[in-house]
């Protein structure tokens, strides 16, 4: 995180020499936005923090863990289609669950799942493009999701 950290300050320093003016905008929008996502970020947080609190490990592992097989990968994937989250708020959420013992598959169905499938914003899509466009897109993106759940997990276990 330290290195991280630095890489950014130096980039920030050689923008600011590049130009000052857009570099200080820049920074300022940034930190706009950042603020405005920051009472959704810590409120999913603290509800993730409650769950976790509530529910014993040994169930997360149990249901969703390495041993949860295929009800494990169909959970991941359904919570994830149906929940309604942004990446930032559900990349930390993942972090702490890998650490509870959630297998990656599951986590990849989750998350892919979470960025493709829509099942509450169907109705909307379905407005806009119409019903069988909006059901097509989320069958295909629902079987895009799958695909790319097995693979990260098929890769994860060969590194």
Same mark, same amino acid.
């Given at each position: 995180?330290?290195?991280?950290?630095?890489?950014? =300050?130096?980039? &920030?320093?050689?923008?600011?020499?590049?130009?000052?003016?857009?570099?200080?905008?820049?920074?300022?929008?940034?930190?706009?936005? @950042?603020?405005?996502?920051?009472?959704?970020? =810590?409120?999913?947080?603290?509800?993730?923090?409650?769950?976790?609190?509530?529910?014993?490990?040994?169930?997360? $592992?149990?249901?969703?863990?390495? $041993?949860?097989? %295929?009800?494990? @990968?169909?959970?991941?994937?359904?919570?994830?289609?149906?929940? =309604?989250?942004?990446?930032?708020?559900?990349?930390? &959420?993942?972090?702490? =669950?890998?650490?509870?013992? %959630?297998?990656?598959? %599951?986590?990849?169905? @989750?998350?892919?799942?979470?960025?493709?499938?829509?099942?509450?914003?169907?109705?909307?899509?379905?407005? @806009?493009?119409?019903?069988?466009?909006?059901?097509? $897109?989320?069958?295909?993106?629902? &079987?895009?999701?799958? &695909?790319?759940?097995?693979?990260?997990?098929?890769?994860?276990?060969?590194?």
């Amino acid at each position: 995180m330290t290195s991280f950290s630095l890489v950014i =300050l130096g980039l &920030i320093f050689i923008s600011a020499l590049a130009d000052r003016k857009q570099t200080w905008g820049g920074l300022k929008k940034g930190m706009t936005m @950042f603020l405005n996502i920051l009472p959704q970020f =810590l409120t999913v947080m603290a509800l993730a923090a409650v769950f976790l609190y509530f529910v014993p490990e040994s169930a997360i $592992r149990e249901h969703l863990g390495h $041993r949860a097989g %295929v009800q494990g @990968f169909i959970v991941g994937a359904g919570i994830g289609s149906i929940t =309604l989250l942004p990446g930032f708020v559900a990349y930390p &959420i993942c972090a702490v =669950l890998m650490k509870e013992g %959630v297998s990656v598959v %599951v986590l990849a169905a @989750f998350l892919t799942t979470l960025m493709m499938v829509g099942i509450f914003t169907l109705p909307l899509e379905s407005k @806009f493009f119409g019903v069988k466009a909006a059901l097509l $897109r989320n069958l295909l993106s629902l &079987i895009g999701a799958i &695909i790319v759940a097995l693979l990260m997990g098929v890769s994860y276990e060969w590194f």
